[in-house]
């Protein structure tokens, strides 16, 4: 088969495994992300994620990751959901993306299925699939294969939104490349303007140490007093930048089932959410990326905003008596 003859039957592969948009790059270095990383790294912004100063050069060359790789299949698998989870008695939120099952074993167990088929019409190929995992620059090979642009929240945007998990397969297939495409962010500033704990220093640039989601999640010790306030009731994650972003009101729901939500985080209260025990959380979060924090990150979670909403009023209450 040639190239373009590959290229069309692994594209509408993705599109009949559920994928929403699938490019292809050629497997080289990044260039231009090399000094972006480094920078980053040298600024702390990655805070206590030091995993990320792992593998510096298999992050920027593919080929140092994957022996004999030529191409890199990139792919988006869409999970905005059809309604947000809203309750009358719960203040508490989580992102979107942890309201159903772990998107790592989700998408990779279909990007798993769609391998099997797509060897078994082609023929054998060497490969590896990534979801999120190990050192790849999911964002940079979606940018170069023209699957969206980089939005000034970091996050890869499209005319479709931003709602969606990146994965790859990285293989040794000789394949037609795509091309990059416009920034279509123009002067918005949405996502910087609304980041409440001021998060997104600079257009693209994340300070991830002052992220919500990096407190809640990727943090193991004590929130630091910075977030004092500053949560807005997220105790995992955060949809704050996309919720604003203007594109994302093309978002379209998914088809996904394993995305559905839980039951028990569209009818938990408040109270029952502080007073959750281990029985309930490894019931309700078994199958899903919320486990990653643990019952005991949580609960820090949820204790921090309390304690925020308690300093908030104190301090509304003593500027009250004051005037």
């Not at 990320?52 to 869409?78: A, M, Q, T, W």
């Not at 949820?302 to 500027?319: D, H, L, Y």
Request: charged letters at 30%; a neutral charge.
């Amino acid at each position: 088969m040639t190239a373009g003859e590959l290229t069309k039957i692994i594209k509408d592969k993705a599109l009949k495994f559920g994928f929403s948009d699938c490019g292809i790059s050629k497997a080289d270095f990044l260039e231009e992300e090399a000094p972006r990383l480094e920078n980053y790294l040298k600024k702390n912004y990655h805070g206590e994620m030091t995993f990320l100063e792992n593998h510096f050069d298999k992050r920027l060359d593919p080929r140092l990751l994957v022996e004999g790789c030529k191409s890199v299949i990139s792919l988006k698998y869409n999970y905005y959901p059809e309604n947000k989870i809203v309750t009358e008695n719960s203040t508490f939120k989580i992102a979107k993306y942890a309201y159903g099952e772990d998107y790592h074993e989700v998408v990779k167990s279909v990007l798993r299925e769609m391998v099997v088929e797509l060897q078994e019409e082609i023929g054998e190929f060497s490969f590896r699939i990534f979801t999120d995992s190990a050192p790849v620059m999911e964002k940079a090979w979606a940018r170069k294969s023209g699957l969206g642009w980089i939005g000034k929240n970091s996050l890869l945007v499209s005319k479709k939104g931003s709602f969606f998990v990146l994965s790859e397969i990285i293989c040794d297939l000789e394949l037609e490349y795509d091309s990059g495409i416009k920034d279509f962010c123009g002067t918005c500033r949405k996502c910087i303007d609304t980041c409440p704990t001021g998060a997104i220093v600079d257009n693209k640039i994340i300070n991830g140490s002052k992220c919500i989601s990096y407190a809640t999640i990727e943090l193991r010790g004590e929130i630091p007093d910075y977030f004092n306030g500053k949560l807005e009731n997220w105790m995992f994650g955060c949809d704050i930048c996309q919720d604003v972003c203007p594109w994302n009101r093309f978002s379209l729901a998914h088809n996904e089932p394993r995305f559905s939500p839980n039951e028990h985080l569209q009818n938990f209260d408040t109270i029952e959410w502080k007073d959750i025990t281990q029985e309930l959380f490894s019931e309700i979060f078994r199958k899903s990326a919320v486990k990653r924090t643990k019952l005991a990150g949580l609960k820090r979670n949820i204790s921090f905003i309390n304690n925020g909403i308690k300093n908030i009023k104190n301090i509304k209450n003593i500027k009250n008596k004051e005037e």
